[in-house]
């Protein structure tokens, strides 16, 4: 993996989410997500999927108050599942923005948001080592 290409994919995605979070929501899978976004500098409305509410209920009240959100489920097998219902039942109601779960994804050897932070991290310091290595 290229770290510093990943680095910096990862760090633009976080400043577009960040911007982006100004006037569009994100949902989020639990409470440990919310905090990884708040470490990574997100402070935004974040939404979390509403547990032992039913999905198509959760979703007729986003729909409700939001024209947009943007999903940032986990990209492992349960969070792609979650997604895919949430996206199914906001459709045509309210526009889903899945971009930065796929750029995550694609850069980030972690499966949830709650790893970003350590992530990106641990991709820190192994660019300070590269570095290192390089003088």
Known sequence: ?????????????????????????????????????????????????????????MCDDIASRYREIILLTDWDSEGWYLFRRIEKNLSGRTRCIADYRLIFAKNAMVKDVE?????????????????????
Do not use: Q, W
């Open 1 to 57: 993996m290229d770290c510093k290409g990943a680095v910096e994919e990862l760090e633009r995605a976080i400043e577009d989410l960040k911007e982006r979070n100004r006037d569009t929501p994100i949902l989020v899978e639990g409470e440990k997500d919310v905090k990884a976004l708040h470490a990574l500098g997100i402070t935004g409305t974040i939404l979390t999927v509403y547990r032992g509410k039913e999905i198509a209920n």
């Open 115 to 135: 790893s970003l932070p350590s992530f990106l991290s641990t991709l820190h310091a192994k660019m300070r080592g590269e570095r290192k290595f390089d003088e």
